[in-house]
């Protein structure tokens, strides 16, 4: 194959193309997966990894990020103990009720797993990998809409190389008592790369809360890079929750692309504190009047940690509404980025969107950057964003010492406050709590 | 005067004249031969009769001009520029030096009366009365014609002349500063700007002096398919004190005209610079013909110690407007403010902002913009705050509010915000909607027209940055506003 369309290329660049050439026959998928996965390559193949000159990415330099390619990490039936859980995860998380489904290299470990639960629950399920081989006409669907990103190169690496993952649908009307816990677990020998891609969808009036989960097994490094497509129908919501907490070695990529039909309610939330580079892209689409989505979440990051939020919430049709509140706590010489953009096209009247991005800096090195955007080509709207950027209030800090905190707890306890915030919007209590409980183990101050 | 009348006096106007500075002035004038070359910058700087040392640092800049690409990232659309097809000057024949006012065409002198800019030292500003003096410096095309007020502003120690003079007079003055904010190397239009620049403003105001008038400059474009390139250079020593206020509008015409402007202010300890500008370049016809391009550099740096720099700009006209007047905050305790209208009508594009770089300890900055967007237009803000290592407890506080008159228009804003010191406070906000129903109903059941309400309305939205004008240039800028907006509503 010659793919020589773009003049220079980085040594992990060329890694990729090498890799997929090396590993494309064993992918899985069908004829139809099969030319999904060429168009992706030249797309990447013509643009390379993304830099600074790339206004995407401006403030995270995947080019120099990346210096080298892992092969694709394979499946592996080593034991996963109950312990690795609570290490990975944290206990609150390991022990939360949920259907859950564990994937280890992408592959769902069945034994781990309670596909059954989710059957009896009229959930549609199945592996992706299996599920390419004759993809169902929604699986289809869902493959184009990240097709559709274009020129988004993560999402493109992704379709090009994903070997693992599921999907999930909810037929018409099924609405789940429990969460979905999709736990994603790697690094346990070899360092080595992940490519998972997940599909929901869900069907008019079905509602359900899907919370995804990565964290490490051991410390080898991963590069992970995992995409989840959402595709509401009418009348139907999703709450969409991430929890990141893998090993500093992790380079982790992550996209959620989702599609609101009408009425219908989207809402993600996204805990970031782990891997040495992180980058969150959400980006929502609404294609039918009076949809909701509210996209919140929180950064812990500390030593060189880099953790990217980008978000795009594009309003298509009228009398849509939009959230977004975005916390950052940034330690040592971490460096936090939010970039968000609200999309207002020419027939989008009534809009309601609103953004916020916050940033606590605990230290001199620290370093935030914001980018939130605003394009907007419709006249009846209501449309705002707000950035602020500071350290700990020495009068509160001040209070609290007065009260006979020491220093420490009482720098805790306002931290905690600040992230809590947007825990305490989350409408399941239990994961609420269990972010609190994640976030304060990342303080070192005990739980409440 | 309240505001209420000034309104419907406006807007009873408005019919009358859309774009009131459209007229172009029949009169003789040198040029240089189309396009551009290492010739041209010769020619242009033998012209001037300049020195070796700003010859060499024209043809530098002309040289790494050559080899630089054009910005794409603003979000202006427009044919490509084919720089070979213009003249680099155009001088009004007769002015080769004029000792006073009686030696200058009085065709040129017409020109000013018409543009209402007092050239006569007795005159103040048309139409205002009792308006403090203020001295201008009147350049037309790329020479200046005169500067007012020379010896009395010459009392007080302060230089005011066209930077030829000064070039002149003053050269290490000017080899110092020239520059040295805005370097040859810094972009485009910059480097275009450093070779082939014609004239504009010298300013220097020395230690511990209070400027004791306006000081400003009005700029003309009049010959056709003929770039205007201006340098204004603003030098205010330790403890000094200026305000300066420029003015710009060119002839209706169906080319686009080029104005790609340098300007680089200087504030040593204490000083301050306040830098206001009401633009009216001629902004195309309602079909989006013609109009300028106005991709100007403009720049500050807070060089001294608790020096401040605020730009206060009024953008209504142009038919593409791509301009972040910036303060680099260097000095300890330094501020930089940022105040701006920006309103597009037609086919009109505006990709506008600032930069607040903040270097030194205790630094603020203040960013205050209004974008207007009515018609087709494309109203965009950009800006960068940003906040160095070692730029301990800087402070910015930024908000920007867009308006939407109309479905077919649009409003971006596009912020930067970088911080790299935890005692570095930000805040940003920005808001974008329509004007309200409600304010509009009231306005209306008081018996206004649907055009004068919008006017009124517009002219509250935008208050906050009005009252950072000069007073005697307030009332002729809420009339501009109303004229802008002429036609949006309905």
Not at chain 1, 338 to 364: C, H, N, P, W, Y
Not at chain 1, 376 to 389: F, L, N
Not at chain 2, 171 to 194: C, H, M, Q, R, W
Request: net charge negative; hydrophobic share 40%.
């Amino acid at each position: 194959m010659d793919l020589s369309v773009q003049q220079f290329r980085s040594e992990a660049e060329q890694a990729l193309l090498d890799l997929y050439e090396r590993s494309v026959d064993a992918l899985p998928g069908d004829a139809s997966v099969a030319a999904l996965r060429q168009s992706a390559i030249w797309t990447y193949a013509g643009l390379g990894l993304p830099h600074r000159r790339v206004e995407a990415w401006k403030y995270t330099d995947l080019r120099a990020a990346i210096a080298e390619i892992p092969p694709l990490l394979a499946e592996s039936d080593a034991p996963v103990e109950d312990t690795a859980f609570e290490a990975a995860l944290g206990k609150a998380f390991a022990q939360l009720p949920a259907y859950r489904v564990v994937l280890v290299a992408g592959a769902v470990r069945t034994e781990l797993s309670d596909v059954q639960g989710l059957r009896d629950a009229g959930v549609e399920f199945g592996a992706l990998a299996q599920m390419l081989e004759s993809p169902p006409e929604w699986l289809m669907a869902s493959l184009d809409t990240a097709s559709a990103c274009g020129d988004d190169v993560l999402i493109a690496l992704n379709t090009a190389l994903m070997t693992g993952g599921v999907a999930l649908r909810l037929p018409e009307g099924v609405t789940l008592q429990k969460p979905i816990h999709l736990i994603h677990l790697d690094g346990a020998d070899a360092p080595g790369s992940v490519y998972t891609r997940n599909v929901l969808v869900t069907e008019d009036g079905a509602s359900a809360t899907v919370l995804e989960s990565f964290g490490t097994l051991g410390r080898a490094g991963v590069q992970r890079n995992a995409v989840t497509t959402v595709s509401l129908g009418a009348k139907s919501a999703i709450h969409h929750i991430k929890l990141q907490r893998e090993a500093l070695e992790t380079i982790h990529l992550n996209a959620w692309v989702a599609n609101v039909g009408a009425d219908a309610r989207y809402n993600a939330f996204q805990v970031s504190m782990g891997a040495a580079l992180a980058r969150n892209q959400v980006s929502v689409r609404f294609v039918g009047k009076d949809a909701a989505t509210d996209i919140s979440g929180a950064t812990l990051a500390r030593g060189k940690q880099h953790c990217d939020t980008t978000l795009v919430v594009e309003h298509d049709v009228p009398a849509c509404e939009s959230r977004e509140l975005f916390k950052l706590v940034l330690d040592d010489e971490a460096r936090g980025v939010f970039q968000g953009k609200i999309v207002v096209a020419r027939d989008a009247q009534k809009t309601d969107g609103k953004q916020m991005s916050q940033a606590l800096l605990l230290s001199e090195t620290a370093e935030f950057d914001s980018k939130p955007e605003l394009e907007i080509y419709a006249d009846d709207v209501v449309c705002g964003h707000g950035a602020t950027s500071g350290q700990i209030d020495e009068d509160l800090l001040f209070y609290l010492r007065a009260r006979g905190l020491p220093e420490a707890q009482a720098r805790a306890l306002l931290i905690q406050a600040f992230v809590g915030e947007t825990f305490e919007a989350l409408d399941d209590e239990a994961i609420g709590d269990a972010f609190a409980a994640v976030s304060a183990d990342w303080l070192g101050a005990p739980a409440e | 005067m309240p505001a209420v009348e000034q309104t419907v006096e406006r807007v009873k106007e408005i019919d009358v004249d859309k774009y009131k500075y459209g007229f172009s002035t029949d009169i003789e004038s040198v040029r240089a031969p189309k396009g551009l070359s290492e010739d041209i910058v010769r020619f242009i700087s033998a012209k001037k009769g300049e020195p070796g040392w700003l010859l060499d640092w024209r043809l530098e800049a002309y040289r790494r001009w050559r080899t630089m690409q054009e910005p794409t990232w603003a979000k202006v659309h427009y044919p490509k520029i084919d720089f070979d097809d213009l003249y680099y000057y155009a001088a009004p024949k007769s002015t080769e030096g004029p000792k006073s006012l009686d030696e200058v065409d009085p065709e040129l002198l017409r020109t000013y009366e018409k543009l209402g800019i007092p050239l006569k030292e007795q005159e103040v500003l048309a139409g205002v009365q009792g308006a403090p003096k203020v001295a201008v410096d009147a350049v037309f095309d790329s020479v200046s014609v005169v500067t007012t007020f020379k010896e009395e502003l010459a009392k007080a120690g302060v230089i005011f002349c066209s930077i030829s003079e000064a070039v002149r007079t003053h050269p290490e003055l000017v080899k110092k500063y020239l520059g040295s904010v805005v370097p040859i190397t810094d972009n485009f239009y910059a480097t275009l700007n450093s070779a082939v620049f014609s004239d504009g403003s010298f300013v220097y105001v020395p230690e511990g002096v209070r400027c004791p008038m306006e000081l400003s400059t009005y700029f003309r474009i009049n010959a056709e398919n003929t770039g205007q390139f201006e340098r204004t250079l603003i030098i205010a020593d330790k403890g000094a004190y200026v305000s300066y206020l420029e003015g710009c509008t060119a002839p209706m015409r169906d080319e686009n005209q080029l104005h790609a402007a340098v300007v680089e202010l200087v504030a040593l300890d204490d000083a301050e610079i306040k830098y206001s500008t009401v633009q009216n370049w001629y902004p195309g016809d309602a079909e989006g013909k013609g109009g300028v391009y106005n991709f100007v550099t403009k720049r500050g740096d807070c060089r001294g110690d608790r020096s401040k720099i605020s730009w206060t700009q009024v953008e209504t006209g142009s038919a593409i407007t791509w301009k972040y007047p910036s303060c680099i905050l260097r000095g300890h305790g330094s501020r930089g403010e940022f105040y701006s209208i920006a309103i597009s009508n037609g086919y009109q594009q505006v990709d506008s902002g600032t930069k607040m770089i903040h270097l030194g300890r205790d630094t603020s900055s203040r960013i205050i913009s209004k974008g207007i967007a009515a018609g087709f237009s494309d109203n965009t803000y950009r800006g960068l705050v940003s906040a160095h290592r070692k730029a301990t407890n800087a402070r910015n506080f930024t908000c920007c509010d867009s308006l939407l008159i109309g479905d077919k228009c649009g409003a971006h804003t596009v912020p930067y915000i970088e911080a790299k010191n935890a005692s570095a406070t930000f805040e940003h906000e920005a808001t974008t909607s329509k004007i309200s129903d409600d304010q509009l109903f009231y306005c209306l059941s008081r018996g206004l027209s649907e055009e004068e309400a919008v006017a009124l309305i517009v002219n509250g939205f935008v208050r906050d940055v009005l009252q950072q004008l000069p007073m005697e240039f307030m009332a002729e800028t809420q009339k501009l506003i109303g004229i802008s907006l002429e036609g949006s509503v309905g």
